[in-house]
């Protein structure tokens, strides 16, 4: 059964960071890409980052996040992260890991979820 | 504003037929990128509903179907039941702004 499970989430100042972590299970995690999907309170999905599973691990950034934001994983470890700095408020939301699955870019979706992990940016 | 549209909320009675229209652009949908569909119940995670526009992850009722055609792509759900109350969202890919995108969600509501 594929399991991913999120941590690291909390209340962080404006200004500060934080480090997720993605814990994955039930499949040969170095074979997908992986994904962090974000929900603000009372609001819709959206995209935040995308790593693939390839030797070089091409990461992809909402503009939302660019520049502040880096994605990372450990095979080892079966573990995918987000580093997010320079926080704002906007930043508020319900943080999800996605396995993804698919063949060209056009083709890929997310077949599996974890349950989310909160990030609230508050002074 | 999304990059592709949903109505906000639709409704229907018990096991009458609902669509959840997802319109998008020449450079997503149209440019022959995939609709993907979740459905997201109160307080839980998103799951995967439809994949590649038509198809059903196994163990997803075939009351819940999926079509696209040209820029736009739709969810139907027949035979409704209360427990199809849930927020949908469309995903696909643009390709001009390479980034993956949602549409901004349905609320179906279970008269």
């Known amino acids: 059964e594929v399991q991913l499970l999120e941590s690291g989430g909390g209340l962080v100042q404006p200004g500060g960071s934080l480090r997720l972590s993605c814990a994955a299970s039930g499949f040969t995690f170095s074979g997908y890409a992986m994904n962090w999907v974000r929900q603000a309170p009372g609001k819709g999905l959206e995209w935040v980052s995308t790593i693939t599973n390839g030797g070089g691990g091409g990461r992809y950034f909402a503009d939302s996040v660019k520049g502040r934001f880096t994605i990372s994983r450990d095979n080892s470890k079966n573990t995918l992260y987000l580093q997010m700095n320079s926080l704002r408020a906007e930043d508020t939301a319900m943080y999800y890991c996605?396995?993804?699955?698919?063949?060209?870019?056009?083709?890929?979706?997310?077949?599996?979820w974890g349950q989310g992990t909160l990030v609230t940016v508050s002074s | 504003q999304s990059v592709l549209t949903q109505p906000p909320s639709v409704s229907g009675a018990p096991g009458q037929r609902v669509t959840i229209s997802c319109t998008g652009s020449?450079?997503?949908?149209?440019?022959?990128?995939?609709v993907h569909w979740y459905q997201q119940l109160p307080g839980t995670a998103p799951k995967l509903l439809i994949y590649a526009n038509t198809d059903r992850p196994s163990g997803v009722p075939d009351r819940f179907s999926g079509s696209k055609s040209g820029t736009s792509a739709s969810l139907a759900v027949t035979g409704l039941q209360a427990d199809d109350e849930a927020h949908y969202y469309c995903?696909?890919?643009?390709?001009?702004?390479?980034?993956?995108?949602f549409g901004g969600g349905t609320q179906l509501t279970v008269l």
């Open positions: 995903q696909s890919y643009d390709s001009s702004l390479s980034v993956w995108v």
């Open positions: 996605a396995k993804a699955r698919g063949g060209p870019f056009s083709s890929w979706f997310f077949d599996y």
């Open positions: 020449s450079s997503n949908i149209g440019a022959g990128s995939d």
